[in-house]
């Protein structure tokens, strides 16, 4: 079932998104086997994106290696050990005090963490991240920080049935991005997407898109 449903969605993904950007497809490997992660590998994943550090820590050196490896949920800054120098990108930053304790601890180990700042783009109380209104001032705030280099921004629609509310919080995300690579540059990745949304992001813009049960089918909790 899994490589069939890579190979289904690397068919039905966009290579492009409206603005001629590749579409990256991150699998998003929260509770799953290493054997299941290392057959979406095989099948064609070439992203995957955990968001325990724990898990994470205890899985990476089985899982294959061809793979970049992301952070993709909220991260406690206790547990940034369990990730330093073998994450390529934390998708998730969404406070400054995590911020600076991966800055911190990557120029302690003379390294570069690359990070998406995550944006609260719903404005949810259950979620986490700058606000819009805040975007411009918190990536200034990060951007200082030594050690750290910000490739883009990150952002998780609500769940609604309102596909109107959806495109047109997903196309103001698309705005923010632009307007900071406008005035900024150096960003790479809007990652906003997931199973249930993804085709609408991508029509609004993203090029990154965190996909679980599309690939490994519904979690089992244990």
Not at 8 to 24: A, Q, S
Not at 63 to 85: C, D, E, M, W
Not at 152 to 178: C, F, K
Request: aromatic letters at 6%; hydrophobic letters at 40%; one cysteine or more.
């Amino acid at each position: 079932m899994i490589e069939e449903n890579v190979k289904k969605l690397l068919d039905e993904i966009p290579e492009r998104n409206p603005f001629g950007e590749k579409v990256t497809l991150v699998a998003a490997i929260k509770t799953r086997t290493v054997e299941e992660i290392n057959r979406a590998i095989a099948a064609g994943i070439t992203d995957i994106g955990d968001n325990h550090a724990q898990e994470f820590r205890d899985k990476n050196d089985d899982i294959l290696p061809s793979a970049r490896r992301h952070f993709i949920g909220h991260l406690q800054t206790n547990k940034i050990k369990y990730l330093v120098g073998k994450t390529d990108l934390y998708q998730s930053v969404d406070r400054l005090e995590l911020a600076e304790a991966i800055s911190a601890r990557y120029a302690r180990e003379g390294l570069t963490a690359h990070v998406l700042l995550q944006i609260n783009i719903g404005d949810e109380q259950s979620k986490g991240g700058f606000s819009a209104d805040d975007a411009e001032s918190a990536y200034l705030a990060v951007k200082a920080l030594p050690s750290i280099e910000i490739d883009g921004l990150m952002a998780m629609l609500p769940e609604s049935d309102d596909t109107q509310l959806l495109r047109a919080l997903a196309t103001r995300m698309r705005g923010i991005y632009d307007g900071l690579n406008a005035r900024y540059g150096g960003f790479k990745h809007l990652s906003m997407g997931m199973s249930g949304d993804w085709k609408l992001c991508v029509e609004c813009g993203s090029n990154m898109i965190r996909l679980g049960t599309a690939i490994f089918g519904e979690r089992h909790y244990s």
